[in-house]
């Protein structure tokens, strides 16, 4: 090839029809990117819903560990509660006494 730079020459118009002033090459460019914009829009509504599934992961997770030290607290104090001694224990808090024994009562003590 030669360094001429070569025109391209103009198309016959067919007789009677008057020139298009439509470019469609600018038409199809402008078509494709409005298309191509809304394909990237089409995906911003699952982008938000996974981004807030992770969130929610995460907070149910942590979750989950708090639900996990409670059932153990409460496991031990079922356990504690169980034994052979558990209601004389209750009992005792509740200012309860055995058979055969004497209750006492205090007064003026200072609180």
Avoid: C
Avoid at 15 to 42: C, E, N, Q, T, Y
């Amino acid at each position: 090839m030669s360094a001429r730079a070569y025109r391209v020459a103009p198309r016959r118009r067919a007789r009677g029809r008057p020139a298009s002033r439509i470019h469609w090459d600018k038409l199809g460019r402008v078509v494709l990117v409005i298309v191509l914009f809304l394909i990237l829009l089409s995906y911003v509504n699952p982008a938000v819903n996974f981004i807030d599934a992770w969130r929610d992961s995460h907070t149910q997770r942590s979750e989950l560990v708090e639900l996990r030290q409670e059932h153990d607290r409460l496991a031990a104090r079922a356990a504690a509660l169980e034994g052979s001694g558990a209601a004389a224990r209750a009992a005792r808090k509740l200012g309860m006494i055995a058979v055969g024994e004497r209750s006492y009562v205090i007064r003026g003590l200072s609180k």
